[in-house]
């Protein structure tokens, strides 16, 4: 009778671990299979939370003008693209004889290879038309030119072909006018022009009713 209820007791405690460990086996696959059918999902960092590299900025352009006539520091400047006028005169500093209201559009924006030149207060009246018609023109390059009062060959922005035509004054003459204005950032005197080499006093004489600055 004892060994019978030993035997009994020992099956009972076989059964329960089969049953846990067959429950146990269960669960186990039953979890598994959940797994295999559920697609995984690639989470993927937001690109806009991302961090990103320093941005490089673009390096902005930059013209070259020149300023010269009644300035402290005539010259070449360096400006950002799109500069207008008036920065480059900031940085010239007009002199308190500058005339830069009367003809200089201060707001227009300036281009490579520009030449502005300022004048003295009074030196621009211009009967009939000029700079009195055209208050717009500020510089001078290859296809504009600022006139003269009277008709004369104003020396500071005079081309080759008109300082070619004043009285003995050839092609060489004209370009050494030309290399000596760039050089000087501008006449200041007519007689400034026996500066320049070639140019005496003979030859002063007989163009110096026909220029001006």
């Not at 004889?97 to 520009?114: F, G, S, V, W």
């Not at 700079?131 to 104003?154: D, E």
Request: glycine residues 8%; charged residues 25%.
């Amino acid at each position: 009778m004892l060994d019978n209820l030993k035997l009994n007791k020992q099956s009972l405690i076989v059964l329960l671990v089969l049953a846990c460990a067959f429950s146990f086996w269960g669960g186990t696959k039953y979890a598994l299979g959940r797994l295999l059918q559920t697609p995984a999902e690639i989470v993927l960092e937001d690109p806009v939370k991302m961090e990103k590299p320093e941005a490089v900025q673009e390096k902005k352009k930059t013209i070259f003008v020149h300023v010269a006539g009644e300035v402290e520091k005539p010259g070449i400047y360096e400006l950002e693209e799109g500069a207008r006028l008036e920065e480059a005169l900031k940085l010239a500093v007009p002199t308190a004889e500058a005339d830069i209201d009367t003809y200089l559009n201060r707001a227009a924006i300036l281009k490579d290879q520009d030449k502005i030149f300022v004048y003295k207060k009074g030196a621009l009246e211009v009967d009939g038309g000029g700079l009195a018609a055209n208050p717009n023109i500020f510089v001078v390059n290859s296809t504009t030119t600022i006139p003269a009062a009277g008709g004369k060959i104003n020396l500071n922005t005079a081309t080759l072909e008109q300082l070619d035509s004043l009285t003995g004054i050839g092609p060489s003459k004209a370009q050494a006018i030309i290399d000596y204005r760039n050089s000087k950032g501008g006449f200041k005197s007519i007689e400034e022009l026996m500066n320049v080499k070639g140019i005496g006093q003979a030859t002063f004489d007989k163009i110096k009713d026909q220029v001006t600055i």
